[in-house]
């Protein structure tokens, strides 16, 4: 019998996480769910495990991939999704407010990447998928410190993509546009406006939800997959054309 194939998932406890997660629980692989949200390690199947991690924290990143390992063995396919989504006009961002988004959105991959990588080398194959955003190919305002994250994020994975691709390991980011989550509910109350201008963008003219990036997902994880990588996949309803 094959073992299945172990994924991490960050971020997971709602939204787009948890629609990952949950995916590729259905497709029979073993999932490790993070978020600060989750209060204990538990195993919530025999092949789910859910645990509490601040991914901001190289510590607590190491804990929780070492947990995986003990319970699943080695991390095959890592996908980091955790991230936050602050509007503000750049000149009231605190350089509390920037750090913070960075080590969120950035440190976060970083952290994850060093942690999983050397036994996705060393076995020779590995997929590594990190959210982006399209907002970095559009300059939106009032989201400096936001778009800067996740061009970040583009070029890490890039680098990142350059250096392990002989060893069997893909690199690739996802773009979405504003998606239709609990964490940014408060968006579509207090500025709806900004919604329907994304909409409007689309060439697909709805809001988009997270099973609209399930199906992207799932190839950049697969074998079929193999010899793409160091690429940014924009699945934001045509609103970025290239």
């Given at each position: 019998m094959v073992k299945p194939r172990t994924v991490i998932v960050t971020g997971a406890a709602r939204g787009i996480g948890a629609a990952i997660a949950e995916m590729f629980a259905g497709q029979g692989y073993n999932v490790a769910s993070a978020d600060l949200h989750f209060a204990d390690f538990k195993m919530e199947s025999s092949s789910t495990l859910i645990g509490p991690c601040d991914v901001r924290d190289s510590d607590s990143v190491s804990q929780f991939v070492r947990n995986v390992e003990d319970q699943f063995g080695p991390a095959d396919i890592m996908v980091n999704n955790a991230g936050i989504y602050p509007m503000q006009p750049c000149q009231t961002i605190s350089a509390d407010d920037w750090r913070r988004v960075m080590a969120t959105n950035v440190d976060s991959i970083f952290h994850f990447c060093q942690a999983t990588l050397p036994a996705m080398r060393e076995r020779g194959w590995?997929?590594?998928?990190?959210?982006s955003s399209n907002t970095f190919f559009m300059g939106l305002p009032n989201m400096a410190h936001y778009i800067a994250?996740?061009?970040?994020?583009?070029?890490?994975?890039?680098?990142?993509a350059a250096e392990v691709g002989a060893d069997g390991v893909t690199v690739n980011c996802i773009a979405p546009n504003f998606t239709r989550t609990e964490g940014?509910?408060?968006?579509?109350?207090?500025?709806?406006?900004?919604?329907?201008q994304t909409v409007a963008s689309q060439a697909i003219p709805r809001v988009a939800v997270p099973a609209d990036l399930l199906g992207t997902v799932s190839f950049l994880a697969s074998d079929a997959a193999a010899f793409m990588t160091g690429?940014?996949?924009?699945?934001?309803?045509g609103t970025v054309k290239h």
């Open positions: 590995g997929r590594i998928i990190n959210i994250s996740k061009g970040a994020v583009i070029g890490l994975s890039r680098s990142l940014t509910a408060i968006v579509e109350r207090e500025a709806p406006e900004v919604v329907a690429q940014t996949l924009v699945v934001d309803g």
